[in-house]
């Protein structure tokens, strides 16, 4: 029958042993000085050979060689590896944690050995006794008799109790160095008589995480069944994952606020039989890697890649905050943790990519759909100067035919209004219909404030830009349309941060703007609003503008006409969602 290879290639002596120099030459001191412990505790993580050197230390405490024990060849030390050794007994704490397992262990402990010179129980897994067992072990594992060793093997240390910890000699297993691994490896496959490339021996040492066992396993799935040569493509469809530039595409959507890309890309990996455990695995590395070639200036003595991928994860990295990458980590382990137990790892790699994707440098999150959208729509550059002017389109043509005569404030359609974010109209509907003041005509002569108290107009660009004289659209119209787009960004901004910006977006507009200043044309209420966040407001039109622009405000102090009062409430009412009735005085 075949044997797998972490069972076939398991170290029979200590020379064997890969990456646990500093225990080996301990225990082989003790040998050799014959004061071997009469408790061990072994500690590490899975594949580091925890089992297997306690296993060996069994083998050279019976051993009956007269040169380095163990020798691997008496008797004593094949009847160990056959696994027919009668004074080695091994106890599965997982299956065998209860009070009456550890009494039967400290009845068979007062009889003497029958084949070798020392009886040596190993129990794996320790941690998984109960409280009483462990209660029940502790005078027998403090004094037990002088025949009697026992070695205790856990990967999680810290539950046992510390009356346990005190009682044993305590060795920490450390993860295997890739290199090592990697020796292995190709010593195997020479063996075998398998040509395995240089960059496939790199992604299964990689993929083992530090442990042995894991790096024999993952050789064992990718030369089964294959004969000759095997390449990195052949070992990435045998492991689940997938190559390095993957995660670069990956990366680049993730900076370039792509998510749906990026969505599309993750569903072919997925598509193609990739592990989204694999994926968030390889991904969170090359974020490491990201981390790496940032800081350090020889990142080839670091990363385990060819040069081509150091340099284009180099580039990349030059275009990546430290923000970036620090969020990225930490919400990828979040997810890692997350996606052991969940049966849909689909669902939770997605929502970290559209978390990460979605999320600003601040912290704040992107309104990615809303500006692809707006995006869109705005006319290429080569395609600006074949349009005509905006007075020229037919919307503005029909625009200007709805509006009235008299009013100076073209009266906006309901279907033309700004639209309201979503935590507007998320707020719950009031339990009274909301009133308006009262209209009343416009006076003659200076007024404190002819629209204080009443509802603000919502001014589009369209109906506030108001050009002069001999003004040519069309050659304006680039400047112009760079301007208003800046403004969408900055209401979009604005709105994510508060939801009183609304103010802003319905009852302000910029109508010219140049190296120092920007001038807007505001309601009433708007612009008291941006009076007092004057600050604020500055800084934020210095985040979309590049460089400091003074704000000036361009009243209109002439009041409402009749017909914005009603077009007024109307727009009030779809926003509210209730009924705003207008009252006239008599």
């Known amino acids: 029958m075949y044997k797998a ?36 505790l072994f500690c590490g993580t899975r594949g580091t050979g925890k089992t297997t050197v306690a296993r060996l230390v069994a083998k050279a405490v019976n051993c009956t060689s007269e040169g380095e024990r163990p020798c691997g060849v008496c008797d004593a030390c094949r009847r160990v590896q056959q696994g027919s050794f009668m004074d080695l007994i091994e106890i599965d704490a997982a299956s065998n944690n209860g009070i009456e397992n550890i009494r039967e262990l400290r009845e068979s402990v007062k009889y003497p050995p029958v084949e070798g010179r020392m009886k040596v129980y190993i129990i794996d897994e320790v941690h998984m006794l109960t409280q009483g067992a462990f209660n029940a072990l502790l005078k027998t594992l403090e004094e037990p008799p002088e025949n009697v060793i026992f070695i205790l093997c856990t990967t999680e240390p810290e539950r046992l109790p510390a009356t346990i910890l005190s009682r044993c ?36 040492v990689a993929g083992a995480d530090g442990s042995a066992r894991d790096c024999l396993t993952l050789l064992d799935r990718c030369i089964s069944g294959r004969k000759g040569n095997v390449s990195r493509d052949d070992v990435l469809e045998s492991l689940g994952t997938v190559g390095e530039e993957v995660y670069t595409d990956l990366t680049q959507r993730i900076l370039d606020n792509d998510v749906s890309g990026g969505l599309v890309l993750i569903d072919q990996l997925l598509q193609g039989g990739k592990d989204p455990r694999q994926i968030l695995q390889g991904w969170m590395a090359h974020f490491r890697n990201l981390l790496m070639t940032k800081y350090v200036s020889n990142p080839e003595n670091v990363l385990s890649m060819s040069v081509e991928n150091i340099e284009r994860i180099s580039r990349q990295a ?85 509006q009235p005569v008299q009013p100076e ?59 002069q004289p001999g003004y040519d659209a069309s050659d304006e119209y680039d400047e112009r349309q760079l301007m208003m787009d800046m403004w969408a960004d900055i209401l979009e901004d604005g709105e994510s941060q508060t939801d009183t910006f609304t103010i802003v977006s319905t009852g302000a507009v910029p109508i010219k703007m140049n190296d120092d200043e920007i001038v807007l044309k505001v309601t009433g209420l708007a612009g008291r609003y941006l009076e007092k966040n004057r600050a604020p407001m500055e800084a934020l039109i210095e985040k979309y503008a590049g460089s400091h622009l003074d704000m000036i405000l361009r009243r209109d102090d002439e009041g ?16 509210l969602g209730t009924n705003v009735e207008v009252k006239e005085r008599r």
């Open 560 to 575: 409402m006409k009749k017909e914005d009062v009603y077009s007024a409430a109307s727009k009030l009412s779809d926003m």
């Open 318 to 402: 030059e275009l990546t905050p430290l923000t970036a990458i620090e969020r990225a980590i930490i919400d990828m382990a979040k997810t890692a943790s997350d996606i052991k137990v969940s049966n849909q790892p689909r669902i939770l790699l997605e929502m970290c990519f559209v978390r990460l994707a979605t999320t600003s440098e601040d912290g704040r999150v992107i309104n990615v759909q809303s500006r692809g959208r707006r995006a869109a729509q705005r006319p290429a550059p080569a395609q600006r100067a074949a349009q005509p002017a905006p007075q020229q389109t037919e919307m503005y043509q029909s625009q200007q035919m709805a």
């Open 409 to 467: 404030i073209p009266v906006q359609q309901p279907q033309q209004q700004v639209q309201q974010p979503a935590m507007q109209q998320a707020q719950p509907m009031p339990q009274q219909p909301v009133q308006a003041q009262p209209y009343e005509e416009p006076q003659a002569g200076p007024a404190a404030d002819a629209s204080y108290g009443q509802p603000e107009p919502s001014y589009s660009p369209e109906d506030m830009y108001d050009p």
């Open 169 to 204: 000699l305590r060795m920490d297993f450390r993860r295997v160095p890739e290199d090592l691994l990697a020796d292995r490896v190709r010593k195997i496959c020479i063996e075998r008589g398998v040509m395995l490339e240089e960059s496939a021996v790199r992604i299964i």
């Open 5 to 40: 290879l972490y069972r076939a290639y398991r170290p029979e002596v200590f020379s064997d042993m890969l990456g646990q120099e500093h225990i080996v030459k301990i225990l082989q001191n003790q040998i050799a000085a014959g004061s071997v412990n009469h408790a061990y």
